[in-house]
């Protein structure tokens, strides 16, 4: 069976965004894109809740005119030849949205034929995710940043999560990215 892996930028404090919604904290350098790249390798299909489509569908189809990072240039071209599924019980989908399904849909995902599934950050949709029990692996990058306020990486756990660490590893000499499954 397929396996849901879900990549995640937090701060020390727990924040995935700051106190208005802004995300431009996070500090990736070469060994963050590296580890980025590795999990791209895995995956077949991309998933996103609704407010990460927003931002990804803005950048993602022009990225190389936009940038000239190296880690856009070489995802860009795999961003848009990728299925790309977004959670949502209401969005209509776009030009580049493969399909559009709820939470719960996501398990007949999981079963079909394929490479594994990556849920790229949105809050939302990975709590809806993981209260359904359909995300594997939890891939956390905390980065060296106090916020202060903004939503958190678990808004409203329904239930005690158990998570075991399977990998902890520091990219570019200030982020820790910890790997976990669920115990």
Do not use: C
Not at 27 to 54: H, I, K, M
Not at 118 to 137: M, P, Q, S, Y
Request: charged share 20%.
């Amino acid at each position: 069976m397929r396996k849901v892996i879900y990549w995640v930028h937090t701060s020390v404090d727990g924040f995935v965004d700051g106190p208005n919604g802004e995300f431009d904290w996070p500090v990736l350098g070469p060994e963050l894109w590296a580890y980025s790249d590795g999990l791209d390798a895995r995956v077949d299909t991309l998933l996103f809740g609704r407010v990460v489509w927003s931002m990804m569908a803005g950048f993602w189809p022009n990225a190389e005119q936009i940038s000239d990072n190296p880690h856009v240039t070489r995802f860009a071209p795999f961003w848009r030849a990728t299925p790309k599924i977004v959670l949502s019980r209401s969005y209509a989908g776009d030009e580049w949205t493969s399909a559009v399904m709820e939470a719960a849909e996501v398990a007949d995902l999981k079963a079909q034929d394929g490479r594994d599934i990556l849920l790229t950050g949105g809050v939302g949709a990975a709590e809806a995710l993981t209260w359904h029990g359909l995300i594997d692996e939890y891939h956390v990058a905390v980065h060296p940043v106090v916020l202060g306020g903004g939503r958190p990486l678990f808004a409203r756990p329904a239930e005690r999560l158990n998570l075991r660490l399977v990998n902890s590893t520091v990219a570019d000499g200030r982020i820790v990215v910890n790997q976990y499954e669920r115990a």
